[in-house]
């Protein structure tokens, strides 16, 4: 007669068996899209909301509406940052693929610059990101990723947009995302002369 195993063995081999399948569902879940479909545009516009969790010294509220302009063939951005119910002019953040960034307004005539250790991040940089898996934002399905700049970043599945991303503090929410659109206005890629008094950039 074959020897009966223990109901307790019996037990923790069917608990092991669970365990396996649902860690094979699991990776399944983790499986990352082909990246090429998320990856930026090398132009685009996006009209964003911030919920500002860092101090700031102008008046307005948490809130801030942003317009983003990204320009990775003349490795650059700019962000017009208007903030909540404050009534004063926007203030616009340039920054360079080299790492340099000049946050100033021109209304003041106030500049501040800061040196990045990382510039500009890359249209494809999402194949080296963290894949996290899917999540809902905002009422959409999103693919969720992270790396050293972005806590969560989420894209659309079936569009490949942006949806939200959370760094530094801020949680930004997109309103719009226009690939290829170029900002008609030159001049406002230009930091303002007050911006270069200082010959060293404080590093961050």
């Not at 990246?35 to 009209?47: I, K, L, M």
Request: proline fraction near 8%; include cysteine.
């Amino acid at each position: 007669m074959a020897p009966t195993l223990p109901s307790w063995w019996l037990l923790f081999l069917l608990l092991l068996g669970v365990g396996a399948t649902a860690a094979a569902r699991g990776s399944k879940k983790l499986t990352p899209p082909v990246s090429t479909a998320y990856e930026w545009p090398e132009r685009f516009h996006a009209v964003v909301v911030s919920i500002n969790l860092t101090s700031h010294d102008r008046g307005g509220g948490r809130l801030q509406l942003i317009e983003l302009y990204y320009d990775w063939p003349h490795g650059r951005d700019l962000n017009i940052v208007r903030d909540q119910l404050s009534g004063d002019p926007p203030l616009y953040n340039v920054e360079w693929v080299n790492g340099t960034s000049y946050l100033f307004d021109t209304a003041a005539s106030s500049c501040r610059t800061f040196q990045f250790p990382v510039g500009l991040l890359p249209p494809d940089w999402i194949a080296t990101a963290n894949y996290l898996g899917r999540d809902t934002v905002d009422g959409f399905e999103c693919h969720v990723w992270s790396n050293f700049l972005f806590s969560r970043y989420y894209a659309d599945v079936a569009t490949g947009h942006p949806v939200r991303w959370i760094f530094n503090g801020n949680t930004r929410h997109v309103l719009e995302f226009e690939a290829g659109v170029v900002l008609q206005d030159s001049s406002k890629w230009q930091a303002p002369p007050y911006c270069f008094a200082s010959s060293t950039p404080p590093p961050i």
